[in-house]
């Protein structure tokens, strides 16, 4: 993602590209799987909150293209080296005998996905976020229920006797 993908205007971030890595390690840009994978995200005030920080965080260090989060060294952000990061501090925590069930970077789109369709969020708008192309996929895949989930929905269940 670059700066130029936020929109402060319309209250979006752009995707229209995505970054695929090569077995050299190297980076291509290119477009979204489908049609579906080009959309705005919407901005709420704690994306905003972090945004505003990250640029801050960056100063006035002049970056040539433009990413919103990179590397000490300013570059592109690989997958794996996110992965890495999350085991090296799993492995820290399990050091110190607070244990947690090992998950990789795309976990948290998977966490993200289920903590909004638990707190109301329209199962349609979701798929669009996430760039799906059927509703299907997206319930399939991401709106994994929570035992309480279930408990709380059939509690607020109203029936007429």
Do not use: C
């Not at 752009?14 to 994978?37: L, M, Q, R, Y």
């Not at 006035?60 to 996110?82: D, K, L």
Request: charged share 25%; proline share 3%.
């Amino acid at each position: 993602m670059t700066w130029d993908d936020i929109d402060y205007k319309q209250n979006v971030i752009h995707v229209a590209k995505t970054a695929t890595f090569n077995e050299d390690g190297t980076a291509a840009i290119g477009s979204p799987k489908s049609e579906a994978g080009k959309r705005d995200i919407p901005l709420n005030d704690t994306i905003r909150d972090i945004l505003l920080r990250q640029r801050k965080k960056q100063g006035s260090i002049i970056q040539i293209e433009n990413r919103v989060f990179t590397t000490v060294y300013g570059g592109m952000v690989h997958n794996h080296a996110v992965n890495r990061a999350i085991s090296d501090t799993l492995a820290r925590l399990k050091e110190r005998g607070r244990p947690i069930e090992h998950f990789t970077a795309h976990a948290l789109r998977d966490t993200f996905a289920t903590r909004y369709i638990e707190q109301g969020g329209s199962p349609q708008t979701l798929k669009t976020i996430l760039g799906h192309n059927s509703l299907a996929m997206t319930m399939d895949l991401y709106s994994h229920v929570l035992p309480n989930t279930k408990q709380k929905e059939m509690d607020n269940l109203k029936i007429v006797l």
